[in-house]
């Protein structure tokens, strides 16, 4: 990936790595190049259009502004959906004909982190040579895109950009999640968690118009608790929460609610892997399973794999991110892709993963079967998985470095078809993620382990 632009945006500690002015020129360079012969266009009086939606992070503001003012800069109008979720803008910007969508969002990252994601006219993630022209941009200035004069040219008079409120194309995005349920939800009792985040509002409203009863955590947002020990990467809150309230079913999203891990009737989480298991199924009984094939990543479990082979239905990998499960999705004609984290993609709804429409098709699959989550989920028997990230300097060197490699390599040898070792490389930061799936959870430990201590012992980490 690009020098400031990962597997997911632009992302980095507010006012530290990633600032207001990173933003502002980011809103400079999209407002000319969508007018510009560079991005294609031919038609010298093209008005660029751009929609913005932003979480709930304190610094989203601060970015969502200075975007804003880099935009009707360069001549562009920029439409604000404001607290609204990353698939929401993705819709907006495909179905409303705009130029291209920008999210502010770090995701499941702590409050202090934000970034800067960018979607094309088609609701899918950026290009990588529109990337690599950004960056070009940042770290040059208009010299670097063969224009003379200090920057970018400025729009005046009455060709500056204008500022339009955009609330009209969230509600669009709300009531389309609702067309696609089949069935109604009354006398089901729901637990929502919105991890303080952008669905805060929105799951809510999206559940209860469909008649279900719902018991909302996660919903208080202040700029400072995004996250924090709630949302789906703090699955333990909703787990309590199914259990007390004895409900149905609970769903978790995250910060900016493209992700879903879902809990079962009796408290258990129910991840991305036994997810895509259960859509997959489904799926494939409607004939709509393209290719009969589930795309998944690295990370996937075996548990997921054994219980696909069972049902009939092929599997490849990925790399791990939703930007390559869609990528190989789109190559390939398949429909239907995603991640253990929670990163489902049902290409005929979405071209990227959505938490809340997950959790509606998912429920859908409650609701028309007659069946516990549990039940559903039932042929997918986990084998035991543990990650460990430690923080480094330099991802590529620990790939590159030959004891560490060695060491992997035995371990894996050790394992057999038991199990498996992976390294992997954060996408969004300086991170090595160390991974182990063995038959318990004690040989992960001391794999895991064995793996991390030839890392540190080669002076690898920060």
Known sequence: MGKYFGTDGFRGEANVTLDSYHAYRIGRFLGWYYSSPLSGQTDPNHKTRVVIGKDTRRSSYMFEYAIVAGLTASGADAYMLHVTTTPSVSFVTARDDFDCGVMISA??????????????????????????????????????????????????GANIGRIEDYAAGRNRYVGYLISLAAHSYKGFRVGLDCANGASWMIAKAVFEALGAKTYVIGDTPNGININEG????????????????????????????????A??????????????????????????????????????????????????????????????????????????????????????????????????????????????????CEAVVMYPQLCKSIRVPDKDAVFENTAVRAKQEELNARLGSNGRMLLRKSGTEPVIRVMAEAAAREICETFVDELLSVIRSEGLTL
């Open 107 to 156: 995701s499941h990252n702590p409050y202090a982190d934000n970034g800067i994601k960018l979607v094309n006219r088609n609701g899918e993630k950026i290009d990588d040579k529109t990337i690599e022209v950004i960056e070009a941009y940042l770290d040059g200035g208009a010299a670097a895109l063969g224009l003379t004069g200090d920057d970018l040219p400025v729009a005046t």
């Open 263 to 376: 809990v079962d009737e009796n408290g258990n989480e129910v991840n991305g892997d036994h997810i895509l298991y259960v859509l997959g199924k489904a799926m494939k009984a409607q004939g709509t399973l393209n290719n009969n094939t589930v795309v998944t990543t690295v990370m996937s479990n075996m548990g997921l794999y054994k219980a696909l082979e069972q049902a009939a239905i092929d599997y490849v990998q990925t790399t791990v991110g939703d930007r390559f499960i869609y990528e190989n999705m789109a190559q390939n004609g398949h429909s239907l892709g995603g991640e253990q984290s929670g990163h489902i993609i049902i290409k005929k709804y979405a071209t990227t993963g959505d938490g809340i429409l997950t959790a509606i098709l998912l429920m859908e699959q409650v609701v028309s079967s007659k069946l516990s989550l549990s039940k559903l």
């Open 230 to 261: 709630v949302g789906s990467t703090h699955i333990d809150a909703l787990c309590r929460l199914v259990k007390e309230e004895k409900l149905d079913i609970g769903f978790a999203f995250d910060g900016d609610a493209d992700r879903c891990i």
